[in-house]
């Protein structure tokens, strides 16, 4: 039988992916991320799409050489069509639809959350269903129930900013670069998770909410510097494990709730924050008191990436879910 190849693109945000799927295993995965914009602070949308724009060609051509594969053997190209920054979304799929347009190849559009949703399932033969996965990252914050690829029900989702925003938010409050998550896991490996304590935020049904967090944060940093200039220097390792404990705990707190409502313990995260150290370990430490079976990709299929776009269309082209040229991709769900 023929091996189905597929090329896949992601451009949702500030990281330029391509990747090449044969026969249901990922053959390469590459990622450019968009480092001009830790100088700035955070994504700036119109340097994303430009950089897209730079980048696309050249990775789509790694992906591809990684994979040793070329142009003639693809059988269908997908793309992330949102959610995402608008711009860098028409860079990916004008290039997707281009490609498919040219070789006569049939196009894949790819919802991004469910894409990181199943990206446990990257390389597996066979990904049990039903499950709840847990996705977190800088541009959302759901809980979903994932009864099989394309039946995914949103159960919770934040009503404000995201988990990695407030992370990269309460990290800009202490002076740390973009993306500050990964620099807050960093410093918080020496320092004490209780020395602070933040207020409770109470959010309704199983939805979240970050941005009363973030402002108390800003109001208790304020604060201890009124009383000592030097408190985040003094402070900087207790500060990080004091926030990140307080973020991560909102994340399992809910996940408890949504699980034991609806009985289900195949879990799966998802997401840039997935990444996290202390959210892994506590979710493998809560995973054998409740019995559940926990799914964590590796790293580079947590973060934003093309793999997992291509293993999510690998689903679809089994099941002929093709688009047209014309569809247009959406910024928000
Ligand atoms: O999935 P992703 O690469 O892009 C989006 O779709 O947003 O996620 C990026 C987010 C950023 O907010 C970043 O700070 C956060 O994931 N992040 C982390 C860690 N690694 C990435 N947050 C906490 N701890 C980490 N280790
Ligand atoms: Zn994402």
């Not at 190849?5 to 990922?26: F, K, N, P, R, V």
């Not at 269908?76 to 004008?94: D, E, H, I, K």
Request: charged share 20%.
């Amino acid at each position: 039988m023929k091996h189905i190849t597929i090329l896949a693109i992601e451009t949702s945000c500030d990281d330029t992916s391509a990747s090449i799927i044969s026969d249901g295993i990922i053959q390469s995965n590459i990622i450019s991320s968009q480092l001009n914009h830790t100088k700035l602070g955070g994504v700036v949308p119109e340097i994303a799409s430009r950089e897209h724009q730079k980048n696309i060609i050249f990775i789509v051509e790694k992906a591809l050489n990684e994979a040793n594969k070329r142009k003639k053997d693809l059988d269908a190209v997908a793309f992330t069509n949102g959610p995402g920054l608008l711009g860098s979304l028409l860079v990916g799929s004008s290039f997707a639809k281009s490609f498919s347009y040219g070789l006569k190849i049939p196009l894949i559009a790819v919802d991004h959350i469910s894409a990181h949703a199943l990206s446990h399932t990257i390389n597996q033969k066979n990904p049990v269903f039903p499950f709840i996965s847990l996705i977190v990252s800088g541009g959302h914050t759901q809980v979903v129930l994932v009864q099989s690829y394309d039946n995914i029900d949103i159960i919770g989702e934040t009503r404000d900013d995201a988990v990695g925003e407030a992370f990269d938010k309460c990290a800009k409050i202490i002076g740390l670069d973009y993306p500050g998550g990964p620099l807050i896991d960093k410093l918080s490996i020496e320092g004490d998770e209780n020395k602070f304590q933040f207020p409770n935020t109470k959010v309704p049904d199983f939805d979240f909410s970050f941005s009363g967090i973030k402002t108390s944060f800003l109001y208790f940093i304020r604060d201890n510097l009124k009383k000592d200039n030097r408190f985040i220097e003094k402070n900087l390792h207790h500060i990080s494990a004091s926030i990140q404990n307080k973020l991560i705990d909102m994340l399992i707190d809910n996940l408890l709730k949504v699980t034991s409502k609806y009985n289900i313990k195949e879990i799966s995260i998802g997401g840039g924050v997935a990444a996290n150290s202390l959210l892994r370990k506590k979710i493998n430490f809560i995973s054998k008191e409740n019995n559940w079976n926990v799914y964590i990709p590796k790293i580079s299929f947590c973060t934003d990436n093309a793999a997992m776009i291509a293993n999510y269309a690998n689903f679809m082209f089994k099941d002929s879910k093709f688009s047209d040229i014309s569809v247009v991709p959406y910024s928000r769900l």
